[in-house]
């Protein structure tokens, strides 16, 4: 738990400015299918100004501003700038921009300043938690939890992140204390609601749901859709939902917890940072291991490399190693121990290359990542989208890298497609 604590609920936000939920109640079953609905829906974007704006024009808290500063931000981003003014306002919203464009600071830094005007003008009302984040994996719940800390250092706001791999109790004993923020998988946490009711949400004001569409692809909406049904009504919470890429199905999804949201999307939707270079290279499969090996010796910073399967990570990493170069393996399988050990290894520079699954590919936020590989041809848009975001964040510059076998080409041919891209070869 972070010892950083509550505010008063939600005193002071404009809500009565929402109205009556468009186009009729939210959809009451629980077991409805994406499939069932077969109209596109279209969304109209909501006014806003992207540009930049310096964060102390923001009217944001001094403590927060301090934070903000401490961590080096001045700016900011564009997905910031259209965001932070709709949550202000406490409007529900969806939006979508490329990974790596600020998105987590978005949603947070207007909740942590509500919160702590908040608990200026009530500072006796505190214990009890008035934040929900899920997110769908250990690394983006750290990640986002990490985030919160570096905001709040000069506050007393205090935040625990809820996920599996660990032992529950010191978790447990956040959730009963009354937690200010709560950042979970959905899985843990519902563990946690079905032990001793330990959780309570009678006066939480705001949930975010951070990378929607990894939630919905890992299996996860049935259980957000049962946390959500312990939460306060759409009417006396503020829903954010957040994602670098929105696919329909999701968007359908969405209209289950949101109410007359707003719409931002910056860039394409589903597209890659700008600032991010793609390229191939042609490699028979039996090859790559050993030119992999050759292109990390000659490249400068830390490298991402991307494995379709567990086994093949940990086979590549063992490979990597056993060729002098520091590398390690990140995957579901690795207990939660070994799993931070890699990711704080390879942030310190122990280890010069991470090769993981696609559970790097969300809420690893590491600066300085020079170059993301493709061991083999990502399946789909999605997936080549939030790997290569793990590069190229925050206006740096980065290169993507997929290595593709002769049987690839087709494969190659449909991701471009799919992504609007031209990769270099």
Request: hydrophobic share 40%; aromatic share 6%.
């Amino acid at each position: 738990m972070n010892s950083h604590t509550s505010q008063p609920n939600a005193h002071g936000r404009n809500r009565g400015r929402r109205g009556p939920r468009k186009g009729g109640p939210r959809p009451a079953g629980r077991h409805a299918t994406v499939a069932a609905v077969a109209a596109p829906i279209t969304r109209k974007q909501a006014e806003y100004d992207p540009k930049p704006v310096a964060f102390e024009t923001l009217g944001l808290e001094p403590s927060l501003i301090e934070g903000i500063r401490v961590r080096g931000f001045n700016w900011t981003t564009p997905i910031q700038s259209a965001v932070i003014p709709f949550v202000m306002n406490g409007d529900d919203l969806i939006g979508c921009a490329a990974t790596g464009t600020g998105k987590t600071a978005a949603f947070l830094l207007p909740i942590l300043d509500r919160m702590l005007k908040s608990r200026a003008a009530a500072p006796d009302e505190r214990g009890y938690t008035r934040v929900l984040i899920l997110a769908p994996t250990r690394e983006l719940c750290v990640q986002i939890a990490d985030d919160v800390e570096g905001f709040t250092y000069h506050t007393d706001v205090t935040s625990v992140a809820v996920y599996g791999g660990v032992d529950m109790g010191p978790q447990e004993r956040a959730l009963k204390s009354g937690v200010d923020i709560i950042i979970a998988t959905p899985g843990r946490l519902m563990d946690h609601m079905r032990s001793h009711a330990v959780v309570k949400f009678d006066k939480l004001d705001t949930l975010v749901l951070d990378e929607a569409d990894r939630m919905m692809d890992m299996g996860f909406w049935p259980d957000v859709r049962r946390i959500v049904a312990a939460l306060p009504d759409t009417a006396a919470r503020q829903t954010l939902l957040f994602s670098a890429t929105m696919p329909e199905e999701v968007m359908k999804l969405a209209d289950e917890v949101v109410a007359d949201p707003k719409y931002v999307q910056i860039g394409s939707s589903g597209g890659t940072a700008k600032t991010i270079t793609h390229a191939i290279e042609n490699v028979p499969s039996a090859q790559k291991t050993e030119w992999l090996a050759k292109f990390l010796r000659r490249t400068t910073g830390p490298v991402l490399v991307f494995s379709r399967t567990k086994s093949g990570a940990d086979r590549l990493a063992r490979k990597l190693a056993s060729l002098g170069l520091k590398a390690v393996a990140l995957h579901a399988d690795r207990t939660q121990e070994q799993r931070t050990a890699a990711v704080e290894g390879f942030r310190s520079g122990t280890y010069k290359v991470l090769v993981a699954t696609d559970v790097a590919a969300r809420g690893l936020d590491i600066d300085g990542i020079t170059h993301v590989v493709n061991y083999e041809v990502p399946t789909s848009r999605d997936t080549y989208v939030h790997r290569v975001g793990r590069t190229g964040r925050a206006e740096a510059t980065g290169t993507a890298l997929t290595l593709v076998a002769p049987e690839e080409s087709r494969a190659l041919e449909a991701l471009q497609r799919s992504v609007g891209i031209e990769m270099l070869g």
